[in-house]
């Protein structure tokens, strides 16, 4: 069955230091989302990105935020300086077509700053 | 007032018991429905979706929408031990970006 897979499963980092996390969508999905969760707290979204452009962020999504696709199979989500308030699971997930609902989740990346 | 309203409980029940789990909104223009189960640290897993009232069932689920109130349940039946989760409910309207509860602990003790 297609899944959205994530790398890494877990990464720690100092803090101001600049992390990269890696997903890669069910192949023919359109749409691509960042939600994160921090412990003990509602899943929040983040960003969405459809045909190459961001086409909804959050107020959480600041500059310190960005979204890429720099290939036909990987989206990745930049944090430039990170903080101590980011530690959090990040979790990318995709969508097939824009008259569903149905977002696939991938397992999540861990992010600890230190 | 929240979008997405879901009790964080934890529930516990024993095995074999009918769960009951629900959510209210607030966006009468929400259209899409979800139900994900998360285990501890993992990440969020569709159960059932759908995008109308009425009742949906999937095996041992049942989902269902009331429009009307803006309310939603996830009725598990026959519930096991490995059923014992956080189950969120996660809405969505025209934009499809689902909005999440909080999540409901549920605890299927044997």
């Known amino acids: 069955e297609p899944e959205v897979t994530q790398t890494p499963s877990h990464q720690v980092t100092q803090m101001g230091q600049e992390v990269i996390l890696r997903c890669v969508p069910i192949?023919?999905?359109?749409?691509f989302y960042w939600y994160r969760q921090i412990l003990g707290q509602k899943v929040e979204f983040l960003v969405s990105?459809?045909?190459?452009?961001?086409?909804?962020k959050s107020e959480i999504f600041d500059d310190q935020f960005s979204v890429e696709r720099p290939d036909g199979s990987n989206f990745t989500l930049k944090i430039r300086s990170t903080k101590l308030e980011d530690s959090a699971m990040y979790f990318c997930?995709?969508?097939?077509?824009?008259?569903?609902?149905?977002?696939?989740f991938g397992e999540g990346s861990r992010l600890t700053v230190l | 007032q929240k979008e997405v309203e879901q009790d964080p409980g934890p529930l516990s029940v024993p095995e074999g018991a009918i769960v009951s789990l629900n959510c209210t909104y607030s966006?009468?223009?929400?259209?899409?429905f979800m139900w994900y189960r998360q285990y501890s640290r993992k990440g969020p897993e569709l159960l059932m979706y759908?995008?109308?009232?009425g009742n949906k069932e999937d095996g041992r689920f049942t989902a269902q929408v009331d429009k009307s109130s803006k309310y939603i349940s996830l009725f598990i039946r026959d519930s096991q031990p490995s059923d014992s989760a956080t189950y969120l409910c996660?809405?969505?309207?025209?934009?499809?970006?689902?909005?999440f509860g909080r999540g409901t602990s549920l605890i299927v003790h044997p």
């Open positions: 966006n009468s223009a929400f259209q899409y």
């Open positions: 997930a995709s969508l097939l077509a824009g008259n569903t609902g149905e977002l696939f």
């Open positions: 192949s023919n999905h359109l749409y």
């Open positions: 759908t995008y109308s009232s």
């Open positions: 990105f459809y045909n190459n452009e961001i086409s909804e």
């Open positions: 996660a809405i969505s309207g025209g934009s499809y970006i689902p909005t």
